[in-house]
């Protein structure tokens, strides 16, 4: 199977071990990401907040890019992009004289009939259980897991189509299948601040705060993400937290797609498990995974 790759700004740099660990996982389950070619900024958070029409135009030029590819599918780690692109096709569906506007303004023509998917659900329904359980070598049995999917992955899920916005369901099926132990939480779409961490650090501190607490308490060994963000604020967070709550905190914060990689098989250090703030290598060491 060929699909279309949409990796994004962040995947590029600061969240590459998501990039790399979706790559290789797509590559042992017999799918052949094809990235976009001429790929740009999806118009996220800051373009979105300052012009709407160009938020709007550079997903549509992304959009363009995706239609030239002859595929009719195109896979999307990151949840802001993954919902930026979709909301863009359905608002040049749906208004005849914005997608004028927007041709006009990329200068190119839009059909705007994609597939647009997040990987997570592209994984779980198009994929399926039975395809990745087929691909483990390496059950992660013993592992307590919570499954953290955020704000954007899911909600509202009139818009994400492929979950329930308020308790979703796909990623602890996903880990399941992996052998793992997935614990029930009521934190599972709870806000961790997102791209508020330097305009609002001390409201991202306090969500985040909340979470941990929360994971700490159910005693797991590790929250799984499936958005870089969520990622990186729950992962940098918590030696400042700790010192606030006077206890331990250093609970691993993982990629869904590193532990899908790590149950088929693959290095941790490939999928870029040493590049975490805490370090979830002495966990898998301890049992037995790494």
């Known amino acids: 199977m060929k699909v279309s790759y949409y990796p994004g700004c962040s995947l590029e ?9 979706a790559q290789q996982v797509c590559r042992s389950l017999g799918v052949e990401l094809e990235e976009v070619p001429q790929w740009c900024c999806c118009g996220s958070s800051p373009a979105l907040k300052m012009d709407g029409l160009l938020s709007t135009a550079l997903s549509a030029q992304n959009l363009v890019h995706i239609e030239g590819q002859s595929v009719d599918k ?16 359905e608002e040049i569906q749906a208004d005849q004289d914005l997608k004028t506007t927007v041709q006009n303004v990329i200068q190119a023509e839009i059909a705007g009939q994609l597939d647009i998917q997040n990987l997570l659900g592209f994984l779980r329904y198009d994929i399926g259980l039975e395809s990745i359980r087929e691909k483990v070598v390496q059950p992660l049995s013993g592992l307590r897991l919570l499954t953290y999917y955020g704000c954007y992955l899911v909600k509202p899920s009139g818009v994400t189509h492929y979950d329930d ?14 052998g793992a132990e997935v614990l029930d939480w009521d934190f599972k779409t709870e806000c961790c601040g997102a791209g508020l961490s330097l305009s609002k650090t001390d409201t991202v501190v306090e969500l985040t705060r909340r979470i941990m607490r ?12 499936a958005c870089q963000l969520c990622q990186a604020n729950l992962d940098m ?7 606030a709550e006077d206890t331990d905190m250093a609970i691993p ?3 869904f797609t590193q532990l ?3 149950a088929f098989g693959l290095p941790a250090k490939q999928l870029g498990l040493n590049h975490h703030l805490i370090d979830p290598i002495s966990l898998l060491k301890s049992k037995g995974l790494a």
């Not at 195109?74 to 096709?89: D, G, H």
């Not at 929360?214 to 993400?225: I, N, P, S, Y």
């Not at 967070?237 to 010192?243: A, D, F, L, S, V």
């Open 253 to 255: 914060i993982i990629y």
């Open 165 to 178: 916005g308020e308790y979703p369901v796909s990623m602890d099926e996903v880990l399941q299948a992996l």
């Open 74 to 89: 195109v896979v999307i780690p990151c949840p802001f992009c993954f919902r930026r692109l979709l909301s863009a096709q």
């Open 260 to 262: 899908m990689g790590l």
């Open 237 to 243: 967070r918590q030696e400042e937290i700790g010192k």
């Open 214 to 225: 929360e994971a700490k308490f159910k005693e797991a060994d590790a929250l799984v993400v």
């Open 13 to 21: 740099v600061t969240a590459k071990p998501y990039d790399t660990s």
